[in-house]
């Protein structure tokens, strides 16, 4: 079955250190997206690709990077410049053009800063 | 950008109706409607587009209004699987990425 598959699930990190979420999709989508979400809180979109090898900052980019060497891979990585990088982080991916359509989301991954 | 959503949250006896509505100060192409359970990923309600239709699937349904840039969703004989956060997500005109509102709480009790 087609989705996105994201990992780690839960990732506990050292203040100081970067980790890198991987986000992965089958579903043939051009566009992918990297959100945010805070306890009680939106999704706050950190940023996003519409084609390999470009991708654009969202509205919280601060301390994150992100690639897109490949259409279906997405990876983001939260860098040691992030002052408060704890929360909950969802990958989502989404047809583009005339017939484009909802998002698609990842499970999730819930990073803990220790 | 960030869409308004109200009520912040809102507390149902089963088999009440809600109204959950979402206002953006710019012009807008789609309205997304999701809902996420605790600890999980959203899940897609429905999309509402520029000049479509009102949309709906069986007890909750949904409106755009183009000209005011409002959609409201409509949640009727509410059940208790209802419970959740509901976001809404604009989608303007020749852009790519959503933007959500801050969610409301819906919690549906027996």
């Known amino acids: 079955d087609g989705g996105i598959t994201q990992s780690p699930k839960y990732l506990f990190r050292k203040e100081g250190q970067n980790v890198t979420l991987s986000c992965e999709q089958n579903?043939?989508?051009?566009?992918m997206y990297w959100y945010r979400q805070d306890p009680g809180q939106g999704l706050r979109l950190i940023y996003y690709?519409?084609?390999?090898?470009?991708?654009q900052k969202g509205d919280i980019a601060e301390g994150y990077s992100v690639s897109r060497e490949k259409k279906e891979s997405f990876p983001l990585t939260v860098t040691s410049a992030q002052k408060n990088p704890t929360a909950f982080y969802l990958c989502?991916?989404?047809?583009?053009?005339?017939?484009?359509?909802?998002?698609?989301f990842g499970e999730g991954s819930r990073l803990t800063v220790l | 950008q960030q869409p308004v959503q109200s009520p912040q949250a809102v507390i149902l006896r089963e088999g009440e109706d809600a109204v959950i509505n979402c206002s953006s100060s710019?012009?807008?192409?789609?309205v997304h409607w999701y809902r996420q359970k605790h600890g999980e990923a959203p899940v897609f309600l429905m999309i509402?587009?520029?000049?479509?239709e009102q949309k709906g699937h069986e007890k909750i349904s949904a409106s755009f209004n183009e000209k005011k840039q409002q959609s409201s969703l409509y949640l009727t004989a509410s059940q208790l699987s209802y419970s959740g956060t509901y976001f809404c997500?604009?989608?303007?005109?020749?852009?790519?990425?959503?933007?959500f509102g801050t969610g409301t709480r819906l919690t549906v009790i027996p």
């Open positions: 989502a991916s989404r047809r583009i053009g005339l017939d484009s359509g909802e998002l698609f």
């Open positions: 579903l043939n989508h051009d566009a």
């Open positions: 690709s519409q084609i390999v090898n470009d991708f």
């Open positions: 710019k012009a807008l192409y789609s």
């Open positions: 509402l587009l520029k000049g479509g």
């Open positions: 997500g604009t989608l303007r005109t020749g852009a790519n990425n959503l933007f």
